[in-house]
């Protein structure tokens, strides 16, 4: 999968892991597509790294999908306890 896979898997996996966890974070499309691609090699490296499963390189795997997703919300969750969760 070539960096534009990985751009459009980052911001959806950013946008369900949003809907998943709602709040005020580094919104717009580009805090959503950084959290969501950071989230995918978070993911992936978890992944890899402690359930000896590596992410595959399918844009449709289902897989891929789910440690996108669950990095983004490994992230988002990091971002909230770091930073807190709102923003005047």
């Known amino acids: 999968m070539g960096i534009i896979g990985w751009i459009i898997l980052g911001l ?7 809907t998943l966890l709602p709040g ?3 919104g717009g499309l580009i805090g959503t597509t950084l959290i969501g691609v950071a989230g995918a090699f978070i993911g992936g490296w978890l992944s890899a790294r402690f359930l000896d499963r590596p992410v595959q390189q399918h844009f449709f795997d289902l897989y891929t999908w789910g440690a996108a ?5 490994v992230l988002l969750v990091g971002y909230r306890l770091l930073f ?3 923003r005047n």
């Open 24 to 26: 005020r974070d580094p």
């Open 69 to 73: 997703v669950v990095g983004s919300l």
């Open 84 to 86: 807190g969760n709102s």
């Open 12 to 18: 959806l996996a950013g946008a369900i892991a949003k």
